[in-house]
């Protein structure tokens, strides 16, 4: 199927160029350049959001094979062109219904956003950084359990969370990292020279840097010191309550946005607005757009686009560092190389107004709208 994206602006090693972009299969088959028009739309590698618990009304840990076909068409149509369903604490056994649900889902052709592979957020997290309904299901690190699994649908796992001062922790990093499971440290209350050894078994991503973690302490080094100062790369929640604005402002000028992966940490009240205040069908409670339960902050539901558009309008970082930290990072940690426009390569598309609006999005060659 060809498909000609017109009158673009578009960055190509690391230049910013006009004209028509010519697709086939999703493929760049020809480049036309041309002269510059004024307030001409964009087309830049659409959002991957690898860490998201849900959209638009639909949770992740979901076994119903029409919702997931939705969800994916829901993400799309905001400019997420990829996600990671990150599935929370619950045992192994438990989290086989929902991987089989999305590989009967998303096996040949769909339409939507591309399903990446899941993040596990568990099971082998601290108690003590959970919340206390999820506390009685984490278990203890069964290492023959995990191989097991892992041996069974290491196809479908693409990022797994573990606390790595757990007991047999540096044993369960190493059965990841030989099935090519990216694993990321977070829900720990590790220390500093714990969190540098699970780096070097092979840890290699950070969890929502600075939540469900011990707070940084000038005199007890720990994870977010080793996530600081470590070539790893780091999960940020950005909209400003999980990390506060001004501190989130200094860690991304120490990470630098070529360590820096954008994510939504929605549920399925994300991609909605919702006024301040407003009570939820769960109980729940939106302020400044994020859950709140008991309290304590949930999901976020701001999605990436809000995110891409926070970072161009309000920060001090040009168009392809923001296209890196919502796309380009999160698919090189992915090994999916569908990110850059160049000849030959296969691109996924959100085709933005000047003032980054969504005007389309390409996946896979077709339009989702």
Avoid at 225 to 249: I, S, T, W, Y
Avoid at 259 to 272: D, E
Avoid at 331 to 340: A, C, P
Wanted: charged residues 25%; contains cysteine; glycine residues 8%.
């Amino acid at each position: 199927m060809r498909k000609i994206i017109e009158d673009v602006r578009f960055i190509q090693d690391g230049t910013m160029v006009f004209g028509d972009i010519h697709l086939e299969d999703g493929f760049v088959e020809r480049i036309d350049y041309k002269s510059l028009k004024m307030n001409s739309d964009y087309a830049i590698s659409g959002f991957v959001d690898i860490h998201t618990h849900g959209f638009c009304g639909i949770c992740c840990d979901n076994t119903d094979v029409d919702e997931l076909h939705k969800l994916a068409e829901e993400y799309a149509r905001r400019g997420t062109v990829g996600f990671c369903p990150t599935l929370s604490v619950r045992s192994l056994k438990e989290y086989e219904a929902i991987i089989n649900a999305y590989r009967e889902a998303f096996q040949g052709e769909y339409k939507g956003a591309r399903f990446l592979g899941f993040h596990l957020e568990g099971p082998y997290v601290n108690p003590a950084m959970v919340c206390d309904e999820n506390k009685k299901r984490v278990p203890s690190i069964d290492l023959g359990e995990l191989e097991a699994f892992m041996k069974k649908h290491h196809d479908m796992i693409a990022i797994m969370t573990i606390a790595p001062e757990l007991d047999h922790a540096m044993e369960a990093i190493r059965i990841l990292h030989r099935y090519g499971i990216i694993i990321s440290l977070g829900y720990s209350c590790a220390d500093y020279e714990t969190a540098l050894q699970a780096i070097r078994e092979g840890a290699s991503h950070i969890t929502h840097v600075c939540n469900h973690m011990n707070e940084i302490d000038y005199r007890r080094p720990g994870l977010i010191d080793a996530a600081l100062v470590q070539d790893v790369m780091c999960e940020l929640d950005m909209d400003g309550v999980h990390v506060n604005e001004v501190m989130l402002r200094w860690l991304m000028r120490l990470l630098g946005p070529k360590r820096v992966m954008a994510i939504s940490n929605g549920g399925k009240y994300c991609g909605f607005e919702y006024p301040d205040g407003f009570e939820l069908e769960d109980g729940g409670i939106v302020k400044n757009r994020v859950v709140y339960r008991e309290e304590a902050e949930t999901e976020s539901t701001k999605d990436l686009l809000e995110t891409f558009q926070f970072l161009f309008h309000t920060n001090d970082y040009d168009l392809y560092e923001c296209i890196r930290m919502t796309s380009l990072n999160a698919l090189q940690r992915l090994r999916i190389f569908t990110g850059e426009i160049s000849l030959g390569k296969k691109v996924n598309l959100a085709v933005m107004t000047h003032d980054m609006e969504i005007k389309d999005v390409v996946i896979n060659g077709k339009s989702i709208y």
